[in-house]
């Protein structure tokens, strides 16, 4: 990852993660006052296609979190490429240190939700909800922090953000599918082999391969499948450079930044962190749901990734990010238990009605998150 591109990433997480925060501190102050019934009055809007006997309609909630989410994905999908063909990725020793790091920050806390909640099959559905880490909070952190950490295990936390959306990905795809529907994968075959083909040709024409998106996008939604898979396939068929060495991928990538950071990020955050407080009482914090999220995200992804991270260096696997140590890897790794919007996607997917715990589940992600990041920021300003 070039030094100017990663400072330029940087910059725009930054700005982003701010305006997180206040897109989800304006949700909560909005969902308990007085005016919380239009806000839930605006994620309840229906809003739809209709051609012929053909039509899809869906809550605003749904648009946001199954279409503007597939977005954010296909930006993944589309930095994964860049990153394995032109940049750090392309040499393992680069790979293996984030690499591990993101799968103890999957495996611990998976396990620790588990086990707290071994006995209930319907919370069990929601394992996967601590495992995920939103870097936009986290690079927050870091920059005020200033240079007390070294640009490295900055580096290092964005490529471990980058696998553990990996692992994301592959959670839903495998664990988080409805009924499956064999038309809908018959149509959505015919648009990746069109994509296919788009790249074979060298298609210089961005447009056609939004169209063939959007309609993969649609046949996924009407699989079974999660629709945010539709936007990592399309983005594995934009190529790095056209005919005439026109940087067709890194142009998109660079002018889906600003609407991921400051429109579909933050409009995520202020749809799903609209917390009603009033439903929630003391004991309800203490339930499985919640102990299993707040202590996977707050204990489990800071133990897994600085466990697993720890061991690939000891073995010699990978090295220690450059001018760093031990102790400044491990309040990173804290960092890492601000889960907020992938926790909050995850938890929507594994719990299909919103209210069924009264909120308490996005009620320990936020505390999860808030700890996380208090946590670090002290730990990593007076530790040296």
């Not at 997480?13 to 206040?22: A, S, T």
């Not at 909630?61 to 990725?89: H, V």
């Not at 996008?217 to 499948?225: D, E, M, N, Q, Y």
């Amino acid at each position: 990852m070039k030094l100017r591109n990663f400072q330029n990433l940087v910059s725009i997480e930054i700005l982003g993660g701010l305006l997180l925060l206040g897109a989800t501190i304006f949700a909560l102050i909005l969902k308990n006052s007085p005016y919380g019934e239009h806000y839930m009055d605006f994620l309840s809007v229906e809003m739809g296609l209709k051609v012929g006997t053909w039509e899809l309609f869906k809550p605003s909630l749904l648009w946001i979190n199954d279409g503007l989410i597939a977005i954010f994905f296909f930006a993944i999908g589309l930095e994964l490429k860049k990153e394995f063909t032109q940049g750090e990725f392309k040499t393992l020793s680069n790979i293996t240190l984030p690499l591990m790091a993101a799968i103890g920050g999957i495996v611990v806390p998976a396990l620790i939700f588990c086990i707290i909640n071994f006995n209930d099959a319907y919370v069990l559905k929601g394992w996967a909800i601590p495992t995920a880490t939103d870097t936009a909070f986290a690079l927050v952190i870091l920059a005020m922090l200033k240079h007390r950490i070294p640009s490295s295990l900055k580096i290092f936390l964005v490529s471990l953000a980058i696998f553990d959306d990996v692992g994301a990905i592959l959670i839903i795809a495998i664990f988080y599918t409805s009924e499956l529907s064999t038309l809908a994968f018959f149509v959505a075959f015919c648009c990746i082999v069109g994509l296919f083909i788009l790249n074979r040709l060298g298609n210089e024409r961005k447009s056609f391969y939004y169209i063939l998106g959007a309609l993969l996008w649609l046949s996924v939604l009407k699989s079974g499948v999660h629709a945010t898979l539709a936007g990592i396939i399309t983005a594995f068929f934009i190529p790095i450079n056209t005919k005439n060495n026109h940087p067709m991928l890194e142009e998109i990538e660079h002018g889906l930044k600003f609407w991921i950071a400051f429109i579909i990020l933050p409009l995520f955050a202020f749809a799903n962190a609209g917390v009603d407080l009033s439903k929630i009482q003391t004991h309800m914090l203490f339930s499985g749901v919640s102990l299993g999220i707040f202590l996977g995200l707050f204990i489990g992804k800071q133990l897994g990734v600085f466990g697993f991270a720890y061991m690939a260096i000891k073995f010699k696997l990978a090295k220690l990010p450059k001018d760093s140590n031990f102790k400044q890897l491990y309040g990173v790794c804290i960092l890492t238990g601000i889960g907020f919007t992938m926790s909050f996607f995850i938890d929507a997917l594994a719990y299909e009605v919103s209210d069924i715990f009264n909120f308490v589940d996005n009620l320990a992600i936020l505390l999860a998150s808030l700890a996380s990041g208090i946590f670090g920021y002290f730990y990593l300003r007076f530790i040296k």
